[in-house]
């Protein structure tokens, strides 16, 4: 909400986020097998340090602190995208089936013993089939309703989960973890950070001037359409992009959950609900949380790596109800 | 700004057509529409504000059919109270009122003090400034259709189009809102408005618009309106028509 105090407020929350933001990165970079000292960093910033320190720091960890912090930056903003679509707040990204279709198309590759590169490429594909299945089947005979939509979704997102099961049944044991893992979100998939960095820029920067139009929409159609809002493309724009942002997530680190869900639900009960505000704090907060999950899943059982899922949703869930508890809601 | 219709049909699905309305509402008139459930109202309501098709014929603002108008320039001009809300998604009361000055402002633009300012005093005049940050969703049914007011009237409409606006309110906030239109009509805008309370439509509405569930329709002044026998036939229901301070009043037998 604008005003003399609250902008105070507000550029309070945005050095917080920024700040916060830099420290989970550099978090992120810093531990691990070999850990580094701030200096060590900032001399390799520089373009120096000891060679061991830059391969470290240039060529591993920082590619995949990025890919993490765009990934779970991604994760959130389509989380709200979909709770304004959907007007409910309990939607996340992979509510319509999303996740679903990329897991399949992933696991697809896998039993075909394809590379790291032909399962993203897979995933990929797979994600954006669901999105067109569930765009053209929710569109039916009748008139388009949120609830139609959800409903479709939550119906494809079913029948994925069979195939998904289907799967997991024939395959060769030898595959299991690797499949399992990808179905809990891993980083160690990510492959280069630039396509989740450059989509979350990308979407950032559509996505500002389109913060008011949101909120008008989040008070219902009818509403909005009196307020002189193109309702209709205004509902598919955000699908379409929300499904891509998905997408692009999925690619990268296979389906990580909670991050969608959780961090809009938490910016809201702290920052409020005008999406001006919470569309590129989610961006900044849902990369916080993916790159400080990832990076204790690397390290909590070193040399073992968990899946970066399991990590979100063990320190999600009780924030998150935690956060619910405490609210006026 | 004149609101007018030529030869309209509404659509409601799987009724015939009826009288064609050809109305005129004209800035400083209050309108209000009557009705059994189901004649037609609140269609009639969302398709004057350009939400529905019509079947048949035109709505006119400043004589340019309703099509013609860009959508945020019809929005600058005509607000619209639903009767039922979707206000399940979390937002405060000063959040919801403050979006009624969307088609005021280009997509990079924050709201200025004076649309503060304008959504301050709507709150005020609606006795919500205490609620100013309580959740639309955490409110009572009586207390979020104040919220409606107020968003409608920091819209700053030329046209109010109303779907029964003292739903849900206690008497004293009925008073308040029929007294918040009223006042809107001398300060020159027009307002249309469905209802079901006779006495209100007696009290507070010059011209009245009477639809009937077989789309046959009637408009005119009020006192050419309120005659009881045709209102007996258009609730079907017998009625007892008394005056209190020189109003008619009508209570149901």
Redesign the interface.
């Known amino acids: 909400?604008?005003?003399v105090d609250s902008g105070l407020r507000h550029s309070l929350t945005w050095l917080v986020l920024i700040l916060a933001s830099l420290l989970a990165l550099a978090l992120a970079v810093a531990i691990g097998s070999e850990t580094v000292q701030p200096m060590q960093i900032l001399a390799v910033l520089r373009g120096e340090g000891e060679p061991l320190h830059r391969l470290l720091l240039l060529e591993l960890r920082a590619p995949r602190a990025l890919a993490a912090f765009a990934t779970g930056g991604l994760l959130a903003v389509a989380g709200a995208l979909m709770?304004?679509l959907l007007?409910?707040?309990l939607a996340d990204p992979y509510v319509l089936g999303l996740s679903g279709g990329a897991a399949v198309g992933a696991l697809a590759a896998m039993l075909s013993g394809l590379g790291t590169a032909l399962i993203s490429g897979s995933a990929f594909a797979g994600a954006l089939l669901s999105t067109l299945l569930v765009f053209g089947l929710a569109h039916g005979t009748g008139s388009w309703t949120p609830t139609r939509l959800l409903l479709t979704g939550v119906v494809v997102a079913a029948g994925w989960g069979a195939v998904i099961t289907l799967m997991l049944a024939l395959s060769p044991a030898e595959r299991l973890p690797g499949m399992l893992y990808w179905l809990m979100g891993d980083m160690s998939y990510a492959r280069s950070p630039w396509p989740p960095v450059l989509t979350l820029a990308l979407a950032c920067l559509l996505l500002l001037?389109?913060g008011?139009?949101l909120?008008?929409l989040?008070?219902?159609?009818?509403?909005a359409?009196?307020?002189?809002?193109?309702v209709r493309p205004l509902e598919w724009g955000i699908y379409i992009l929300a499904s891509l942002l998905t997408a692009v997530a999925v690619t990268t680190a296979g389906s990580v959950g909670f991050v969608g869900l959780v961090v809009p639900h938490m910016l809201?009960l702290v920052l409020?609900?005008?999406q001006?505000i919470i569309l590129p704090a989610a961006a900044l907060a849902g990369g916080i949380l993916l790159t400080l999950a990832d990076t204790l899943a690397r390290t909590v059982l070193a040399p073992e790596q968990l899946p970066v899922g399991v990590i979100t949703a063990l320190l999600g869930v009780p924030t998150f109800l935690y956060l619910l508890y405490r609210s006026?809601? | 700004m004149v609101l007018e219709t030529c030869d309209l049909v509404v659509d409601v699905p799987g009724r015939a057509d009826g009288r064609a309305l050809n109305l005129h509402i004209a800035p400083g008139q209050v309108w209000g529409v009557l009705g059994p459930n189901g004649a037609g109202k609140t269609t009639l309501l969302h398709t004057l504000a350009g939400l529905r098709p019509p079947r048949g014929g035109t709505v006119l603002l400043d004589k340019a059919p309703l099509p013609r108008w860009r959508r945020r320039a019809l929005a600058q001009q005509l607000a619209v109270i639903f009767q039922e809300r979707q206000d399940g998604f979390p937002a405060t009361v000063m959040e919801t009122v403050l979006i009624g000055r969307h088609p005021f402002l280009s997509p990079w633009q924050m709201e200025s003090a004076a649309d503060l300012a304008l959504a301050e005093a709507a709150l005020s005049q609606l006795d919500l400034l205490p609620l100013r940050d309580r959740l639309v969703n955490t409110l009572s049914g009586g207390e979020r259709q104040r919220v409606a007011v107020a968003l409608a009237l920091t819209q700053t409409p030329a046209v109010w189009l109303a779907d029964e606006p003292t739903n849900h309110l206690d008497l004293h906030h009925q008073v308040a809102v029929m007294t918040l239109l009223h006042q809107q009509a001398r300060d020159g805008r027009a307002v249309v408005m469905c209802l079901h309370d006779l006495n209100l439509a007696a009290r507070w509405c010059d011209h009245l618009l009477l639809l009937y569930p077989d789309g046959e329709a009637c408009w005119g002044p009020t006192d050419d309106m309120l005659v009881p026998g045709a209102l007996e036939k258009l609730y079907d229901q017998r009625l007892a028509v008394g005056e209190v301070d020189g109003v008619r009043v009508f209570v149901a037998r």
């Open positions: 909400m604008p005003g709770q304004v007007r409910n707040p001037p389109a008011r139009v909120n008008v989040a008070r219902g159609p009818m509403q359409a009196a307020l002189g809002v193109a809201r409020g609900n005008d001006r006026r809601m």
